[in-house]
């Protein structure tokens, strides 16, 4: 499934109506370029779980937690593993953990990841920098339901 989305309120609009659709241990990959719109998309998803704190890129800190809304978010930003991987963060205690986890820049811990998961690539457009495509490919049938419950709502 793919959407097109004209600016950052966008973006956050779509990630609000993914979030009505969570639940406990729901991993989320989003893959896309720097400045791709990754922590505004998260953002979109704290808000639409009812997380009123402000979410900022775990970029030096890796993992930041957020445990006031309907669900715990676990966002996480692995980029900085390139070279060594996740095996050390303890990342399967998330996935399985009470709460919807966030992986940014996924590729970097691939072999950490469990089976089933929502990759969500977001594209910047080469000719407006506000515009991007952002693709739903799920991986497994929670998430191919998942993104089917979405489309439903659009």
């Known amino acids: 499934m793919e959407f097109i989305v004209e600016n950052a309120e966008q973006t956050k609009q779509l990630a609000q109506k ?9 991993v989320l990959l989003l893959d896309g370029d720097l ?11 704290a808000s639409g779980l009812g997380i009123k704190k402000n ?10 937690e957020y445990q006031e809304g309907r669900l715990p978010l ?3 930003d692995v ?3 390139e070279e060594t991987g996740g095996a050390d963060l303890g990342l399967e205690e998330y996935f399985n953990a009470d709460g ?3 992986v940014e820049w996924s590729q970097f811990v691939a072999e950490d990841l469990p089976d089933t998961y929502l990759l969500i690539k977001l594209l910047k457009d080469p000719t407006n920098d506000d515009k991007r495509q ?3 490919e799920p991986t497994g049938a929670r998430y191919e339901k998942l993104v089917a419950e979405l489309g439903n709502v659009n």
């Open 18 to 26: 993914l979030a009505q659709f969570l639940q406990p241990q729901d």
């Open 35 to 45: 400045g791709a719109g990754k922590t505004t998309f998260t953002k979109g998803l």
């Open 55 to 64: 979410v900022k890129s775990p970029t030096f800190t890796l993992i930041r």
């Open 74 to 76: 676990y966002h996480m």
């Open 79 to 81: 980029y900085r593993l």
């Open 100 to 102: 919807v986890s966030v």
């Open 134 to 136: 952002i693709i739903f």
